[in-house]
């Protein structure tokens, strides 16, 4: 007997139903219409890919390889490891007793590690000293960076006399930031200078960008402006040229000098390209960086010299690479204001007659409208500002070759005849001239007088550079009990040859409340500062 056919449900509904649900529907892709347009919701556009025209399409492509390559092994990494990590787990499941036996030699693992940790965080002074000496050794020739506005005190005895002791390196001076003082003192301090060592004339570019920043910008062809146009680069590049071809060999430039004298300005500028990393702030520079200029000239950039704390108040305020406020705006600044021409100072920050640094300082808040709560004059603000602009690149100040030449003790004629060997003088000569015709001086209003401190005395030596203290902890806990007077009278008479910054800001704390302009801080102390209180960021106004 054949079994009954089963009929399917109908699908028919009643208009009203059916009408009902297309209304809802339509509802529905109203609101989503809406909602979509208050995002603001687009299709994802489509990658184009690296255009044929791109100049380094080929080694784009390698590099996302490359990357993709790093990713994918990345991962089957962190896999294997996974399932190590649940082997593991299963294993201490099922056998707890094993758990003790595989304690032990981890422990024993991790000690060694810790020990190398340790031994691995040293002072950042002396990273500084092993950098700067690989570099030395490295180079065949030597570029000293000098700022033009004070190339006496940009100069380091102790550092000429390591490369002159060193052998069959050329030590050549290089005169940056050459548009901030006037033609005149530029060519006295040439000449100055010419006697000695050869010197070059140069004014470091500043608006490099890095290489993707060039490629889009790549059609677009402007002129740039006259003061952000390399000059010297020329008489440089001829230079190094000359002695290359003279030795017959690839050779290798290491670039040296005080913090912000412009030492990897000069390499971008040299390259044509945003290399090294630029900035206001003292010291970026902190581990030595190998730059090729061509097939025969390699560039290697240093970090800055380490400043001696024997130099004077006003050499600690312009090259220590120190923050401000380890720095204590007001003396930093006032060592710098007691070098200066007080009647040049007046015209260019349009301030009335000072009788002394507080006084200017007050006068130069009230003016730029520095104030603190309540209406008073912001001195520390003002202190920041004219400190700001003297370590800057923008302030142009000058200072006067001394009269009577006298050569440095570690440069004798016999010397300084060896050093001007394998180079072209004469070419360098014309370059130098037509450099300093090229180069456009600063403002009248922007000419301020300055007193050279002579040359600048720096630490090389590793020895030399004092260890961190271990009785930091004591001197807090004498300063809370005693208070601040007692506590700075204990700090000076300990047996500890200098106390941290930290430990002063707490103890001066009361002081410097009642009486701003009773600092019982000096720059002497600032430079025995705590290795930990080495801080290389500058905070500016």
């Keep these: 007997m054949k079994r009954p056919k089963l009929k399917k449900a109908s699908k028919r509904m009643t208009c009203h139903k059916r009408y009902k649900i297309q209304k809802k529907v339509r509802e529905h892709h109203r609101k989503l219409r809406k909602e979509a347009k208050k995002r603001g919701h687009k299709k994802p556009r489509k990658d184009p890919g690296i255009p044929n025209s791109a100049p ?5 492509l390698r590099e996302a390889e490359l990357r993709k390559q790093q990713l994918e092994e990345l991962k089957q990494q962190q896999k294997l490891d996974r399932q190590k990590e649940q082997e593991k787990k299963r294993k201490h499941e099922v056998d707890p007793g094993d758990e003790q036996s595989n304690v032990e030699p981890q422990q024993e693992v991790e000690e060694p ?19 700067l000496k690989k570099v030395i050794e ?36 290089v005169l940056n930031k050459s548009d901030l003082v006037p033609k005149e003192n530029l ?11 050869p010197t070059v004339v140069f004014k470091a570019s500043t608006n490099l960008k890095s290489r993707e920043k060039m490629l889009k910008v790549k059609k677009k062809k402007t002129v740039p402006f006259q003061s952000k ?8 590049c001829k230079l190094l040229g000359g002695f290359q071809q003279s030795c017959g060999k690839a050779i290798q430039v290491g670039v040296i000098g005080f913090p912000n004298v412009g030492k990897s300005s000069i390499i971008n500028s040299l390259k044509h390209e945003r290399i090294c990393n630029v900035g206001v702030p003292m010291g970026l520079t902190r581990n030595m960086q190998i730059v090729p200029l061509d097939k025969q000239i390699t560039v290697i950039d240093s970090p800055c010299f380490i400043i001696s704390p024997s130099n004077s108040s006003a050499a600690l305020a312009l090259r220590s690479p120190a923050s401000i406020e380890v720095l204590r705006p007001v003396e930093a600044a006032s060592a710098v204001l007691s070098q200066a021409d007080s009647q040049q100072v007046v015209l260019r920050y349009t301030v009335p007659g000072y009788k002394d640094a507080l006084d200017f300082f007050t006068k130069l808040a009230q003016r730029r409208g ?10 520390e603000s003002a202190a920041k500002l004219l400190w700001s602009e003297w370590t800057g690149a923008s302030l142009g100040y000058y200072c006067h070759p001394p009269t009577p030449w006298t050569p440095p003790p570690h440069l004798s004629e016999i010397t300084a005849a060896n050093m001007k060997k394998g180079f072209n003088l004469e070419e360098l000569e014309t370059n130098n001239a037509h450099s300093i015709q090229v180069l456009k001086g600063p403002h009248l209003t922007n000419r301020i007088l300055f007193r050279s401190s002579g040359l600048t005395n720096a630490i090389i030596e590793e020895a030399d550079i004092p260890e961190e203290l271990p009785r930091q902890k004591e001197h807090k806990q004498d300063g809370e009990d005693e208070g601040s007077v007692d506590g700075e009278n204990n700090a000076e008479n300990s047996d500890v040859p200098c106390t941290p910054i930290e430990d002063n800001r707490e103890l001066t704390v009361e002081s410097t409340a009642s009486k701003p302009s009773d600092r019982s801080f000096t720059l ?14 500058t905070d500016y106004v």
């Design 56 to 60: 380094f399409k080929e080694a784009l």
């Design 113 to 131: 590690k810790r020990k190398k940790a340790k031994s691995g965080k040293q002072n950042p002074k002396k990273l500084h000293c092993q950098e």
């Design 138 to 173: 490295a180079s065949d020739v030597v570029l000293e960076v000098l700022d033009a506005r004070d190339p006496l005190g940009c100069r380091c005895p102790q550092v000429e006399e390591a490369i002159v002791q060193s052998g069959r390196k050329k030590l050549v001076l």
């Design 187 to 197: 060519e006295n301090w040439l000449n100055y200078l010419n006697k000695e060592l």
């Design 229 to 236: 146009i390399c000059c010297g680069k020329e008489a440089l």
């Design 370 to 379: 520095l104030h603190q709560k309540g209406g008073s004059p912001n001195v």
């Design 524 to 537: 002497d102390k600032m430079s025995e500062e705590d290795d930990d209180a080495y801080d290389f960021k």
